[in-house]
């Protein structure tokens, strides 16, 4: 169901003296890159940084508490050329702690990259707005394009989602808990933007005919398990930096494994919303990627302990069990000191069965939510009501 739409954007004084500010000079038109760090030790669960140009809200910047996070970054998009104020105040949306330090600023023209001019921005979902939860993360792009010919893509990784899958589900379908959802999308040609998409309600992928700001198209988060309208607004826009990802060999969710602290976000989600005590500690979890083929057979993975005990991803129960191809992330719980791994195949139909795995990598995570060692790869080719196994490289 798309949610109601805050239609006016709330726009935020600057009367109030700015956290911190910084020169940004433009050598000519175009975006400029925000760079932010802030103590995050001191900070709530969740907040909202307001960054002004000039005396005006261009964007907010959505910061987390005690997770460790990198510097923050936001795009300030179409700034005229010549010298400009970049400001940073508390969004009236979250709170801020009046003893927290002050975040330190940096900016300067953006590079000259498609990837960024062509970035959407975002339009929270209204009922996130002032939350810690389905709050955006981070934001992918794949450039999929030879000579100027092909598919570019914008993902976002949201940090759970309210609505859809069930969160027992996503660990033993998807790996995760977190929500990475296809964005929006051009079809290039000789150089040129011949057609775009976004990712709507339903899972469907319209034409995208809403307006741009200069090549950047916005979206609204609109339902509950986080895609997309290409029309409307709310009171937060967000509008961040995409990082360039190659997922030709991989899982989307190995891009979460160069960003740790999502993990740790992640987690603390859980916890916030009692859902780790059903899933339990995802630390506790062992994480397979793998590349499935799959022919009337959908796939398990088990891992056997060291106490000897064998548990499933699936938790003993159909739906869990993965049936799609391509690059896939499964966890199995209470897992992570597991000696051996195991790929079961199910049948889909009557008839006899195959799945094909190729797995490129098992790992847990450590007690900082940093992704251990690689502990194994193997090719394996199993019919369907069969199981192979693999021995796993200790910890």
Not at 205 to 214: K, Q, V
Not at 352 to 378: S, Y
Request: hydrophobic share 45%; proline share 7%; charged share 20%.
């Amino acid at each position: 169901m798309v949610l109601p739409l805050l239609l006016a954007f709330i726009g935020v004084s600057a009367a109030a003296p700015p956290l911190a500010s910084v020169a940004l000079v433009m050598p000519a038109a175009g975006d400029a890159v925000l760079q932010l760090t802030v103590d995050d030790p001191q900070l709530p669960t969740a907040a909202g940084l307001d960054i002004l140009v000039d005396g005006e809200v261009r964007t907010t910047v959505l910061v987390f508490g005690k997770i460790r996070h990198p510097p923050y970054g936001a795009l300030l998009n179409g700034l005229s050329a010549g010298r400009h104020t970049v400001a940073v105040q508390p969004s009236p949306f979250w709170p801020w702690p009046a003893t927290a330090a002050p975040p330190t600023l940096s900016a300067f023209a953006a590079p000259d990259s498609v990837i960024i001019r062509h970035a959407p921005v975002l339009w929270l979902r209204s009922d996130t707005i002032g939350s810690a939860t389905d709050l955006p993360l981070m934001m992918y792009a794949e450039d999929l394009r030879l000579n100027g010919t092909g598919v570019l893509r914008y993902s976002i990784i949201f940090s759970n989602e309210d609505g859809g899958t069930a969160t027992a589900a996503l660990l033993a379908r998807w790996g995760r808990t977190t929500d990475i959802e296809m964005a929006y999308e051009e079809d290039w040609r000789d150089g040129q933007v011949v057609a775009s998409r976004y990712q709507g309600p339903d899972h469907h992928t319209p034409d995208y005919t809403g307006t741009r700001d200069a090549a950047h198209p916005p979206l609204v988060v609109a339902t509950l398990n986080n895609v997309f309208l290409d029309r409307g607004r709310t009171a937060v826009r967000v509008a961040m930096v995409p990082t360039l990802i190659d997922l030709e060999s991989a899982t989307r969710e190995s891009v979460m494994d160069r960003q740790p602290w999502i993990y740790r976000r992640m987690a603390d989600e859980l916890r916030e919303e009692r859902k780790a005590a059903v899933v339990g500690d995802i630390r506790e979890y062992l994480f397979v990627d793998a590349r499935l083929t799959l022919t009337d057979g959908a796939v398990a993975a088990v891992a056997r302990s060291e106490d000897g005990i064998w548990r499933s991803s699936d938790r003993g129960l159909k739906e869990l069990t993965v049936d799609r191809a391509g690059w896939v992330r499964i966890a199995i719980p209470r897992s992570r000191s597991a000696t051996e791994l195991g790929v079961v195949c199910l049948p889909t139909k009557p008839s006899l069965g195959r799945c094909q795995v190729e797995i490129g990598k098992v790992f847990a995570l450590e007690e900082d939510f940093t992704p251990g060692p690689a502990r194994g790869t193997a090719a394996l080719d199993i019919q369907s009501g069969e199981m192979r196994t693999m021995p796993l490289i200790r910890k």
